[in-house]
């Protein structure tokens, strides 16, 4: 009866999300303030923000008519394993706050839907959990400061069992957190009144998620951004460090590289000679990311780079992340030259409101768009996406096919 019941409310949920967009306005209504204020965060006066938002007009279709279109592949071969579609689940900080075992949920329902997900190091399930589940084999790590540090935790996420390794190198400092302290949000969440009263407004939350959390698995830490287990997730002490990498140069990716015997890959790459020097150091792939613009204010959307960099770089898989919430989207991305996309906030929302369900059932409503787009553009397969099915009208001029390397898709 009981698992009954809870099928039937998340067929409710679920009747009511038609698409990424709604899935975050039932977010905001789900979850408290300050956890709400977390995921959705965005640095400063939001402008990189609306970059990435903005950066899909600039780009219209070109669709061919009369076209077989009866059957699409969408099919994508990555790092020798072949994925059901060509977007992931991009890594995501104390997801384990917004939905009962987040990271397990997120895990779960990619397995399900053949997708891959990227464990994030700002987690609050040891990796160890998540890497049992079948096809979790990617993990973004936040370096340690000392080449000690570094090296223990190569050597913990080998352990687990990961097989590829996602280094975020956008991250010297703490981004801007006035944003962030407007939501009532701090890490690790300090006591408060407000906190209290902010979760007692949230019931469903309360019991489902930080209740059952603190009765079976007690008080959530951050897990894995060393070696060793971290700060409590909710503390009067704000000792989860994130200092301490202001020294970093590429020397420590040239020492990853020398550590790491795996899959190596870079994100929060936006910068063309970033990228060369990243394959200079033996990299094996690159996401181009604005870290979802919770960084630096002001900065260029991954998108506007994507055709330079991949001009440049061609010889690796160049991935993206950062605004995307169409299946559009990830075709304009796609045609312009990227490997593969990776969504973020949606799946995390998803995982709020209904749990797994909810992230497959959101997997599934971008798989449609894509497969209903890419029919409507007279296509049947992703690697007949190139330049010549966009338009820029700000040029007036329809972009040049580039020749696809041979070694993805």
């Not at 701090?186 to 902010?198: I, N, T, V, Y």
């Not at 440049?312 to 990227?338: C, E, N, Q, Y």
């Not at 768009?369 to 001029?397: F, K, V, W």
Request: charged residues 20%; positive net charge.
């Amino acid at each position: 009866m009981k698992g009954w019941l809870q099928r039937r409310s998340s067929q409710k949920k679920l009747a009511g999300i038609h698409n990424l967009h709604d899935v975050e306005r039932l977010a905001r209504r789900k979850l408290p303030r300050p956890i709400f204020g977390y995921i959705d965060h965005v640095a400063e006066d939001g402008r990189t923000h609306h970059a990435n938002l903005s950066a899909f007009d600039a780009y219209y279709f070109l669709p061919k008519a009369f076209v077989n279109v009866a059957q699409i592949d969408l099919h994508t071969e990555l790092y020798g394993k072949r994925y059901t579609v060509p977007f992931g689940i991009a890594p995501m900080g104390i997801s384990a706050l917004s939905a009962y075992q987040g990271d397990l949920v997120l895990a779960r329902a990619a397995a399900t839907h053949n997708l891959p997900m990227i464990m994030s190091g700002s987690s609050l399930v040891p990796m160890e959990e998540v890497a049992d589940v079948e096809g979790a084999d990617w993990f973004q790590a936040y370096l340690p400061g000392t080449p000690e540090g570094i090296e223990a935790l190569l050597a913990r996420i080998q352990r687990a069992g990961f097989k590829k390794l996602v280094v975020t190198l956008d991250y010297p400092v703490p981004p801007n957190p006035e944003n962030l302290r407007r939501s009532g949000f701090s890490s690790p969440l300090e006591p408060s009144l407000r906190l209290a009263f902010d979760g007692l407004m949230r019931p469903g939350w309360l019991c489902n998620t930080f209740l059952r959390t603190l009765w079976k698995q007690g008080m959530p830490h951050f897990e894995n951004n060393h070696a060793e287990r971290g700060a409590p997730v909710i503390s009067r002490r704000a000792a989860r460090d994130f200092s301490g990498r202001r020294h970093f140069d590429w020397g420590y990716l040239d020492l990853v590289r020398r550590l790491w015997p795996g899959v190596l890959i870079v994100k929060g790459v936006l910068n063309p000679d970033d990228a060369v020097r990243a394959r200079e150091a033996g990299v094996d792939g690159i996401i181009l990311s604005n870290h979802g613009a919770r960084q630096l204010d002001c900065t260029i959307s991954p998108l506007q780079v994507l055709p330079e960099i991949k001009r440049r770089v061609s010889d690796i898989p160049i991935m993206i992340d950062s605004g995307f919430r169409r299946g559009t989207d990830v075709i304009k991305a796609l045609a312009l030259g990227a490997d593969f996309v990776f969504v973020g906030r949606p799946f995390n929302y998803a995982a709020a409101c209904a749990g797994q369900a909810g992230v497959e059932h959101v997997a599934d409503l971008l798989q449609r768009e894509i497969e209903r787009n890419m029919a409507l553009l007279g296509l049947t397969s992703l690697s007949q996406l190139d330049h010549s099915c966009l338009y820029q009208p700000t040029t007036g001029e329809i972009p040049q096919a580039l020749p696809m390397p041979q070694n993805v898709r």
